[in-house]
């Protein structure tokens, strides 16, 4: 038994609850088991128990022992002193008060089914990637559901945390914030460090004097990201190197190093190279994005915002090194709606919160609802187990339950867990 399964047995009233005595043989009623405390003192607050004639209001204080109330220094502590109940699992020491009359002690080894124990032992010690994977078809789909759209607003305040770290260090310019947070994702996973450093090394007030001018965006992006730093045969490209050096000296700009890109079992459309082409795109037929962004009230309206193709070099080409046969470097739908899940979502729901506008939260909310579900290795193995998501909304919350409560086996605090723990 561990003293968090234990508080969460007290917390939840899962232990027979008929003929409680305290040590003494008084009858123990339990009206309420008080405000769990996570902080320094007693660990329930206000409780209200009923003890032979007499109510009491207070705190009590649980132990897996008797004898862990002086292997945790509670007697040098005056906190302590006026519990109304102490709340064990097993009796193995008698404890009084300074002077001299004993605590109430309710003993509940005998009122606790092992199954629940089993259950949770079960969870801590498999090595499920996840703990009630074997045990989840008896979940009601309703509490599952249930259980996801709670955790949706868990998954947005984290990822909120991001974007108000880049408003922090911008002083609150949101335009810049944003652009820098856009580029992040549009180098996924894979190339997301390189695509935020160019960005964040190549100022939106600098690409914005030039966003006219294709050439001079596409020059200053590629440039800044260490693409333009090999010898050229072709006209394109020794046009871009031209340009970049003009306005790296006009700027005083530092280009990252070519180097931290990676290629490797990348598709050639996830190419560096395309994704840049379309980034710049992006920047050049979008004025003031964000603000569009905000004013957007559907997800077809803000999948209209990306679809862009990169400029006309990119048709035959997918790096700087050699032609290929003539395909429009669009950005796919799902490519979009990816952006929309990681950078547009966050944004507009931290948006919402900062200037008190309840409707931009929700619209964060809706857009997901109205995005379909994810592909991922973390949402595979949910849909192996019996847990297909039919939107965004759904994965996201997926992927919160596994990185934040299955990772960490808090299976107490998920509602799932709590119902197959407390099922007979």
Known sequence: ???????????????????????????????????????????????????????????????????????????????????????????????????????????????????????????KENNYKIPC????????????????????????????????????????????????????????????????????????AVLARHKNNINQIEALLFGQAGFLNETFTESYPLMLQNEYAFLKKKYQLNHIAGHAWKLSRLRPMNFPTVRLAQFAALIHESSHLFSKIIESESAEALINLFKISASPYWDNHYNFVSTAAHSKKNIGKSAIENLIINTIVPFIFVYGKHYGNENKCELAIELLEKINPEKNNIIELWQSIGIKAKNALQTQALLELKNNNCDLKKCLQCSIGHFIIKKN
């Open 1 to 123: 038994m561990l003293e968090e399964l234990f508080q969460y047995i007290w917390k939840m009233k899962l232990f027979e609850m008929n003929n409680l005595t305290t040590l003494d043989g008084e009858p123990v009623e339990i009206i309420q088991v008080g405000a769990h405390n996570h902080y320094s003192g007693p660990d329930f607050f206000n409780a209200k128990i009923k003890i032979g004639e007499t109510l009491w209001a207070g705190n009590v204080e649980l132990h897996i022992k008797s004898s862990h109330w002086l292997l945790h220094k509670h007697q040098n502590d005056i906190a302590y002193q006026n519990i109304i109940l102490h709340v064990v699992y097993i009796n193995d020491l008698a404890l009084f008060k300074p002077n001299g009359e004993a605590f109430k002690t309710l003993v509940l080894k005998d009122h606790i089914s092992d199954s629940i124990i089993d259950k949770y032992q079960n969870f």
């Open 133 to 204: 994977e074997k045990s989840i078809a008896q979940v009601p789909h309703g509490i599952i559901q249930t259980s996801l759209e709670k955790l949706i607003v868990s998954r947005l305040e984290h990822k909120s945390l991001a974007v108000e770290t880049l408003l922090a260090e911008n002083n609150n310019n949101w335009e810049q914030s944003f652009y820098i947070h856009l580029a992040s994702n549009f180098g996924f996973k894979v190339n997301q460090l390189p695509f935020e450093l160019t960005a964040r090394n190549t100022p939106l």
